[in-house]
């Protein structure tokens, strides 16, 4: 990703857990000056209604809901609380509660009722629909969130916020379903995005725990769908990337982050990216559409500065231009991240991005068992920064109706660098068209080895040692046919993953060529 300012087969999510729809187990007892989960319970926490159509001058029960999100915000909360909206009203401003839950009871906001219509909040404008701020053990469920009104000004959908206050653990967004969200187009530390968890303060180092964005619905939203940023990010790995005035932090990742089963449509920008994290998990989300609206740089979904992210069981498609417009990007001071078993498809940017500079590295990157219908101009891009340790092995490619100009574009000043470390090897590529397929400045830390070339132009061909040119079978569904010269003909690769695209396992000898190990197909 760019400097910022300040249809083939189809990976089926599994349904949600029903532990997603959370209960709680203890009540409220005031102990002056503790924390509210500090505070000891010993019975189910309150229950508190809003009906934003009912009459003003209720008590927050059910037969007198509040009626105003003033009410729902003046009210502190207590571990097992329950803040609940009732279906088919609608609610406009800002919701911002005060309080936690504790481990064993969260704070929980929800919705009440039987109507078809899901319990909606309209921020109208604001800079927030909801800002769940310096709280820890809250679980967001089930509501409708819009902020459409004066488009164009930085604001979100959800905004998670932690400002010197050390560890927030037990924060969960789930089954939301947020749209039209009309903001800017300013990559900030504050918005504009469906879903903003941002990180601040200088004083005190602060992370989240365990967050978990799960099963929303995030839709027309300017500009990022799924958004992490942090000011304590401060590493040597991250070199000069960012203003050390503006994220002058030492880097404090927040961990076991997992990111899993979202739909995100018709995006601005960028679909989902990581900031500042250790140990990610993003999988079986469905990005379709991102890099609409936007002329800056934007990915389907990235990691930066970031540790062990691991992204897979994702179906990427319809990046709406070429800056940068890619599935997957490995931004700078990313350090081993793991792209696998995921579905990229008519992605005018391409494929895959890696992309460090002004002084940072990406490290240690591994691509693997993916499959690529249609993506262009390019398959694979570097930047201009070290590319280092980075291995892109048993994908396959097939393009039909967009022939990418570059099979890999490097973007080194000069084809003598040596930054780069970029192995590719028992991969697939299928072109049905004309033309196309060059290299961009390859450099010699770029080396091929036992992949499939057919149908690519041969002047362009790399250097590919135990490779061939001849049709592999390749079929639409990325299976091969019974016969195929790919079947155990590549290079045996150490900690591959134990299993190709499709689930099969994978042999302790040679592998088969490209994402798929299972037998021929006839």
Same mark, same amino acid.
């Given at each position: 990703m760019?400097?910022?300012?300040?249809?083939?087969?189809?990976?089926?999510a599994?349904?949600?857990?029903?532990?997603?729809?959370?209960?709680?187990?203890?009540?409220?007892?005031?102990?002056?000056?503790?924390r509210?989960?500090d505070?000891?319970?010993a019975?189910?926490?309150?229950?508190?209604?809003v009906?934003?159509a009912?009459?003003?001058?209720?008590?927050?029960?059910?037969?007198?809901p509040?009626?105003t999100?003033?009410?729902?915000?003046?009210q502190?909360y207590?571990p097992?609380?329950?803040?609940?909206?009732r279906r088919?009203s609608?609610?406009?401003?800002?919701?911002?509660p005060?309080?936690?839950?504790?481990?064993?009871a969260?704070?929980t906001?929800?919705?009440?009722g039987?109507?078809?219509?899901?319990?909606?909040?309209?921020?109208a404008?604001?800079?927030?629909?909801?800002l769940?701020?310096?709280?820890?053990?809250?679980?967001?469920?089930?509501?409708?969130i819009?902020?459409?009104?004066?488009?164009?000004? $930085?604001?979100?959908?959800?905004r998670?916020?932690l400002t010197?206050?050390?560890?927030?653990r037990?924060?969960?967004?789930t089954g939301?379903y947020?749209?039209?969200?009309?903001?800017g187009d300013?990559?900030?530390?504050?918005?504009?995005s469906?879903?903003?968890?941002?990180?601040?303060g200088t004083?005190?180092?602060?992370?989240?725990?365990?967050?978990?964005?799960?099963?929303?619905?995030?839709?027309?939203v300017?500009?990022?769908g799924?958004?992490?940023?942090?000011?304590?990010?401060?590493?040597?790995?991250?070199?000069?990337?960012q203003?050390?005035?503006?994220?002058?932090?030492?880097?404090?990742?927040?961990?076991?982050?997992?990111v899993?089963?979202?739909t995100?449509?018709?995006?601005?920008?960028?679909?989902?990216?990581?900031?500042?994290?250790?140990?990610?998990?993003v999988?079986?989300?469905?990005?379709?559409?991102?890099?609409?609206r936007?002329?800056?740089?934007?990915a389907?979904?990235?990691?930066?500065?970031?540790?062990?992210?691991?992204?897979?069981?994702? $179906?990427?498609?319809?990046?709406?231009?070429?800056?940068?417009?890619?599935?997957?990007?490995a931004?700078?001071?990313?350090?081993n991240t793991?792209f696998?078993?995921n579905?990229s498809h008519?992605?005018?940017?391409?494929?895959?991005?890696l992309?460090?500079?002004?002084?940072a590295k990406?490290v240690g990157t591994?691509?693997?068992y993916?499959?690529?219908?249609n993506d262009?101009?390019?398959?694979?891009?570097?930047c201009?920064g070290?590319v280092?340790?980075t291995?892109?092995?048993?994908n396959s490619?097939?393009?039909t109706?967009?022939?990418?100009?570059?099979?890999?574009?490097?973007?080194?000043?000069?084809?003598?660098?040596?930054d780069?470390?970029?192995?590719?090897r028992?991969?697939?590529?299928?072109?049905?068209?004309?033309?196309?397929y060059?290299?961009?400045?390859p450099?010699?830390g770029?080396r091929?080895?036992?992949?499939?070339?057919?149908?690519l132009?041969?002047?362009h061909?790399?250097?590919?040692?135990?490779g061939t040119?001849a049709?592999?079978?390749?079929?639409?569904?990325?299976?091969?046919?019974?016969g195929?010269?790919?079947h155990?003909?590549g290079?045996?690769?150490?900690?591959?993953g134990g299993?190709?695209y499709?689930?099969?396992?994978?042999p302790?000898g040679?592998p088969t060529?490209g994402?798929?190990e299972?037998?021929?197909?006839?």
């Amino acid at each position: 990703m760019r400097p910022e300012p300040g249809r083939g087969p189809r990976v089926t999510a599994r349904a949600l857990p029903a532990t997603l729809v959370l209960s709680a187990a203890l009540t409220l007892v005031t102990v002056p000056g503790a924390r509210a989960s500090d505070r000891p319970s010993a019975s189910a926490g309150h229950v508190f209604h809003v009906d934003c159509a009912a009459p003003a001058g209720g008590d927050g029960s059910r037969a007198r809901p509040w009626s105003t999100l003033a009410q729902a915000n003046a009210q502190p909360y207590g571990p097992g609380d329950r803040l609940l909206f009732r279906r088919g009203s609608t609610c406009t401003g800002t919701l911002a509660p005060r309080g936690e839950g504790s481990a064993t009871a969260p704070f929980t906001i929800a919705d009440y009722g039987s109507a078809a219509a899901r319990a909606r909040l309209d921020g109208a404008g604001a800079h927030d629909t909801v800002l769940l701020s310096n709280t820890r053990y809250t679980r967001l469920s089930a509501l409708e969130i819009v902020n459409a009104a004066r488009p164009g000004s $930085e604001r979100n959908g959800v905004r998670l916020r932690l400002t010197d206050y050390g560890t927030a653990r037990g924060i969960a967004v789930t089954g939301l379903y947020v749209h039209d969200v009309r903001g800017g187009d300013a990559k900030t530390l504050t918005g504009s995005s469906g879903i903003h968890v941002a990180v601040e303060g200088t004083a005190r180092p602060s992370r989240y725990d365990g967050l978990e964005i799960a099963g929303n619905r995030i839709e027309d939203v300017d500009r990022e769908g799924v958004y992490f940023k942090s000011t304590w990010s401060r590493r040597p790995l991250v070199g000069n990337q960012q203003d050390p005035h503006t994220y002058p932090g030492a880097w404090t990742p927040s961990t076991r982050v997992r990111v899993h089963h979202n739909t995100l449509r018709s995006l601005a920008g960028d679909g989902i990216k990581l900031d500042t994290t250790a140990g990610a998990v993003v999988e079986h989300n469905r990005v379709d559409g991102f890099q609409l609206r936007s002329p800056s740089a934007n990915a389907g979904v990235w990691t930066f500065n970031t540790d062990d992210t691991l992204v897979q069981f994702n $179906e990427v498609s319809g990046g709406g231009n070429t800056h940068d417009g890619m599935s997957f990007d490995a931004d700078g001071a990313s350090r081993n991240t793991v792209f696998q078993y995921n579905n990229s498809h008519d992605n005018k940017g391409g494929f895959l991005l890696l992309c460090p500079y002004s002084g940072a590295k990406t490290v240690g990157t591994t691509v693997r068992y993916n499959v690529s219908r249609n993506d262009g101009a390019r398959l694979i891009q570097n930047c201009a920064g070290p590319v280092l340790d980075t291995r892109i092995y048993n994908n396959s490619f097939l393009n039909t109706d967009r022939i990418p100009a570059y099979l890999v574009q490097d973007d080194t000043p000069s084809p003598t660098t040596t930054d780069h470390q970029l192995t590719v090897r028992n991969n697939i590529f299928v072109s049905r068209g004309q033309g196309g397929y060059a290299l961009k400045n390859p450099t010699p830390g770029l080396r091929f080895d036992h992949n499939v070339f057919h149908g690519l132009p041969p002047a362009h061909l790399p250097a590919n040692p135990g490779g061939t040119t001849a049709d592999p079978g390749l079929r639409d569904d990325f299976r091969l046919t019974a016969g195929s010269p790919a079947h155990a003909a590549g290079q045996h690769v150490v900690s591959n993953g134990g299993r190709d695209y499709f689930g099969t396992p994978l042999p302790a000898g040679a592998p088969t060529i490209g994402a798929y190990e299972g037998p021929g197909v006839h």
